[in-house]
């Protein structure tokens, strides 16, 4: 039973191209959550999706970022018109149910670096 | 003031040594979770617990919703523990609040 799997693990772009990381979550699960982590400091909540739903993205920046969970396929994060400080990790979660009351499985996280 | 403390952010400890590292917060919850962050970066949920205690292997964890205080402990510790622990708290929606993390390096 393969974990939460994120692609690519690292990734390098230029200031102004397009990010897209990509999540697919453990099998049963249909709870995704993304964090990011940016250098040395603490994990922060962005976007919380279901099949084809987002249910809250008060964690995710007004702009240039976005966030899919389709009916098929990985959930997608995906930063346009990167900047230095788009530079992090970001980590995927996925669960079976919702909220804080289930164990959320951890990907092991792609991390950007924006030249 | 963040909604989740956690002391202490960094901890020697020899092996073998009992360690403790606390968290406090400040928003309801439904369940705390302790989170493990290896050196390479990967996140490894370690407990979720709504009261009392609960225990795997040398790691026990114990909480006191009344005074909003979880600690994690670690029994005999050996150099393998050496990683940054997270306390995570959810809100009353899908957010999770966490914690900066205690960064523990057990020396042989």
């Known amino acids: 039973n393969a974990g939460v799997m994120q692609n690519p693990r690292h990734l390098v772009r230029r200031r102004g191209q397009e990010a897209r990381l990509r999540c697919s979550p453990m099998?049963?699960?249909?709870?995704v959550y993304w964090y990011r982590q940016l250098p040395e400091e603490g994990l922060k909540f962005m976007v919380y999706l279901q099949k084809e739903n987002i249910i809250d993205e008060s964690g995710m920046p007004k702009e240039r970022f976005s966030a899919e969970f389709p009916k098929e396929g990985p959930s997608i994060l995906r930063i346009q018109q990167v900047v230095r400080g788009d530079s992090a990790a970001y980590f995927c979660a996925s669960s079976t149910g919702t909220g804080g009351a289930e164990t959320q499985y951890f990907g092991p996280g792609t991390r950007l670096l924006v030249l | 003031k963040n909604e989740v403390e956690q002391s202490p952010q960094n901890l020697t400890a020899q092996e073998g040594e009992f360690i403790t590292i606390n968290c406090s917060y400040s928003?309801?919850?439904?369940?705390l979770h302790w989170l493990q962050q290896h050196p390479g970066g990967g996140i490894v949920s370690l407990f979720m617990l709504s009261s009392g205690k609960k225990k795997h292997g040398r790691l026990i964890a114990t909480i006191n919703i009344q005074e909003k205080h979880s600690s994690l402990h670690i029994t005999a510790s050996h150099p393998r523990d050496s990683a940054v622990y997270i306390c995570a708290v959810p809100n009353t929606g899908n957010q999770f609040y966490f914690g900066t993390g205690t960064s523990l390096t057990v020396i042989p």
């Open positions: 928003v309801g919850i439904s369940a």
């Open positions: 099998k049963g699960h249909s709870h």
